[in-house]
Nanobody, 115 residues
Framework: QVQLVESGGGLVQPGGSLRLSCAAS????????MGWYRQAPGKQRELVAA???????NYADSVKGRFTISRDNAKNTVYLQMNSLKPEDTAVYYCAGGDYGVDYWGQGTQVTVSS
């Protein structure tokens, strides 16, 4: 069983940057895909970015060109670099992983973009 723990959330002004980290208790090397989801108040949880074990990435249209997902299998950690943040990026961000769906979820970290 893999446990995921997110960190790096916080309050940032519009236009600012944050880097989220997701540390896994076990190896993520064999997990096919790792990703970041977010859920804003009153909205459904949505996929923000995903990365496969081979390094292929996928992004939501709303974050393309601003967010970058990466994974360090040696450190069992997944990152989400978020630049040019907008108020609409405000949400709880969740790390997730799985082979043919989501098998593991983190507890979430709050990201608030506000002046």
């Amino acid at each position: 069983q893999v446990q995921l723990v997110e960190s790096g959330g916080g309050l940032v002004q519009p236009g600012g940057s944050l880097r989220l980290s997701c540390a896994a208790s076990g190896s993520i090397f064999s997990i096919n895909a790792m990703g970041w989801y977010r859920q804003a108040p009153g909205k459904q949880r949505e996929l923000v970015a995903a990365i496969t074990s081979g390094g292929s990435t996928n992004y939501a249209d709303s974050v393309k060109g601003r967010f970058t997902i990466s994974r360090d299998n040696a450190k069992n950690t997944v990152y989400l670099q978020m630049n040019s943040l907008k108020p609409e990026d405000t949400a709880v961000y969740y790390c997730a992983g799985g082979d043919y769906g989501v098998d593991y979820w983190g507890q979430g970290t709050q990201v608030t973009v506000s002046s």
